[in-house]
């Protein structure tokens, strides 16, 4: 049987709209299965945070250019990220690395979001950039010190790989954290991430491609 066609004139269907979503970036799976989505992108600028290694931010940028992401990458280690973007998308205008000092500015709109990555260390305070509409910040931390705090309290969302005890103490001070959670931090497997933000604590399992294993490696939370 075919199916019904309706027809409208150009009046009729300029008062159509269709909903739209804050754009998100699937990270893993919970303990049901359920995808766990960071949405990084939304009509408002979004500041993040990642607590760990360079593998872990490797693939958030990764999945973020899979979403349509254009993505500036502010680093003291440009040899972590060349190339990168030319494997994910095979182009070589959707990430750019650019040295300690500089800034970008990248255009965004909802289907072609903005990431600005910085990745300057443990010791790096606040480094904001000017964000705009669907554009986020993403703090790379790859271990918790005492400097590192006020970019922590500040992120809207956090996202950690495992930490040591310490680490976990630090984060839990200033997030304001349980101690199952805190507990939480220092047991994660390699390929787990805990995401804190609004108050809500979720669970991840990367479960990496078979892309993504060839191109970042297995994944390493240490």
Not at 41 to 59: D, H, I, K, S, T
Not at 156 to 173: I, N
């Given at each position: 049987?075919?199916?019904?066609?309706?027809?409208?004139?150009?009046?009729?269907l300029?008062q159509?709209?269709?909903p739209?979503?804050?754009?998100?970036?699937?990270?893993?799976?919970?303990?049901?299965?359920t995808?766990?989505?960071?949405?990084?992108?939304q009509?408002?600028?979004?500041?993040?945070?990642?607590?760990?290694?360079?593998?872990?931010?490797?693939?958030l940028?990764?999945?973020?250019?899979?979403v349509?992401?254009?993505?500036?990458v502010?680093?003291?280690?440009?040899?972590?990220?060349?190339g990168l973007?030319?494997?994910?998308?095979n182009?070589?205008?959707?990430?750019?690395?650019?040295?300690?000092?500089?800034?970008a500015?990248?255009?965004?709109?909802?289907?072609?979001?903005a990431?600005?990555?910085?990745?300057l260390?443990?010791e790096?305070g606040?480094?904001?950039?000017?964000?705009?509409?669907?554009?986020?910040?993403?703090?790379?931390?790859?271990?918790l010190?005492?400097a590192?705090?006020?970019?922590?309290?500040?992120?809207?969302?956090?996202?950690f790989?495992?930490?040591?005890?310490?680490?976990a103490g630090?984060a839990?001070?200033?997030?304001g954290?349980?101690?199952?959670?805190?507990?939480h931090?220092?047991?994660?497997?390699?390929?787990?991430l805990i995401?804190y933000?609004d108050?809500?604590?979720?669970?991840?399992?990367?479960g990496p491609?078979?892309?993504e294993?060839?191109?970042?490696?297995p994944?390493?939370?240490?």
């Amino acid at each position: 049987m075919s199916r019904p066609y309706h027809l409208a004139d150009r009046a009729a269907l300029a008062q159509v709209t269709l909903p739209s979503v804050p754009a998100g970036v699937v990270v893993g799976r919970d303990q049901r299965r359920t995808p766990t989505v960071l949405r990084l992108f939304q009509p408002e600028p979004v500041q993040a945070v990642l607590v760990g290694r360079w593998w872990a931010a490797r693939m958030l940028v990764f999945r973020a250019l899979g979403v349509g992401a254009r993505v500036v990458v502010r680093t003291a280690w440009p040899e972590q990220w060349q190339g990168l973007g030319e494997e994910a998308t095979n182009r070589t205008d959707r990430l750019a690395v650019i040295p300690v000092g500089s800034v970008a500015a990248v255009p965004a709109r909802m289907d072609e979001p903005a990431l600005h990555v910085v990745d300057l260390g443990t010791e790096a305070g606040p480094q904001r950039a000017h964000l705009g509409p669907w554009q986020a910040q993403l703090t790379v931390l790859p271990g918790l010190v005492p400097a590192g705090l006020p970019v922590l309290a500040g992120a809207q969302v956090s996202v950690f790989q495992r930490v040591s005890a310490p680490e976990a103490g630090l984060a839990a001070d200033a997030l304001g954290l349980s101690a199952e959670v805190a507990g939480h931090l220092t047991l994660t497997p390699d390929d787990g991430l805990i995401l804190y933000g609004d108050g809500t604590v979720r669970y991840a399992t990367v479960g990496p491609t078979d892309i993504e294993r060839q191109l970042l490696g297995p994944p390493q939370a240490g």
